[in-house]
């Protein structure tokens, strides 16, 4: 599959599927939620690594988006200051971006509603970062407790943020796939016998949906 297909085939899967077709370490902290805009983005990751506070190279960084990108920064998650803005929301629509997923805290919360910009962050602070212009952009990072590389397949809702590496994928797909439809088959087999099984034969079945 192109990337372009694998972005639609993974825009029809939720995060707790995807997370169950792939397994274990998949998923970004709890704390890295939706906070603006379209509550569902997937895309491919363009990752910045900033030491944690600083952020004027992530403006560097919005330069080079794409339109399937998500911009993942990767800021330590440090919530004493802001990596983010909404000029830098403003700046990245332009782009034609999905979103930005950030280990750390972003600002003026109104400004980046009006420019509707997604944002998934750790939360909101009035403060400032510094402007030393160290870092590196994409390159591997650890976003969220979760390993990210450039390209990787970015989904996140309202459930969470899921990172999926490139080569595994169709792998994952498959395997949600599986989970919704013995999912499916149970629900059916509840809902058609009127019964909820507590046996242990019946826990072991449930225990594989």
């Not at 983005?41 to 363009?46: C, E, M, Q, W």
């Not at 750390?104 to 009006?114: L, Q, S």
């Not at 943020?161 to 498959?174: F, G, L, N, Q, Y």
């Amino acid at each position: 599959m192109t990337t372009e297909e694998i972005l639609k085939a993974l825009a029809d899967y939720s995060t707790p599927e995807l997370c169950d077709g792939a397994g274990l370490y998949h998923s970004m902290h709890h704390e890295i939620r939706h906070f603006v805009g379209k509550n569902k983005i997937i895309g491919t990751a363009l990752t910045v690594d900033v030491p944690s506070g600083e952020g004027a190279i992530i403006a560097d960084a919005i330069l080079k988006l794409k339109e399937h990108d998500v911009l993942v920064v990767a800021g330590k998650g440090n919530c004493d200051c802001s990596y983010w803005r909404d000029h830098r929301s403003i700046c990245a629509a332009m782009m034609k971006a999905q979103g930005v997923v950030i280990d750390g805290a972003f600002r003026d919360i109104d400004g980046c509603e009006e420019a509707g910009f997604p944002i998934f962050a750790r939360g909101v602070t009035c403060g400032t970062a510094l402007k030393s212009n160290t870092g590196t952009i994409n390159v591997p990072v650890s976003c969220g407790g979760v390993n990210v590389n450039p390209g990787d397949f970015i989904v996140a809702d309202r459930n969470g943020v899921c990172v999926i590496r490139t080569d595994e994928a169709e792998s994952v797909m498959k395997g949600a796939m599986d989970k919704r439809l013995r999912q499916e088959t149970a629900t059916k087999e509840i809902r058609a016998t009127g019964i909820v099984q507590t046996k242990v034969k019946s826990r072991e079945k449930l225990n594989k949906i």
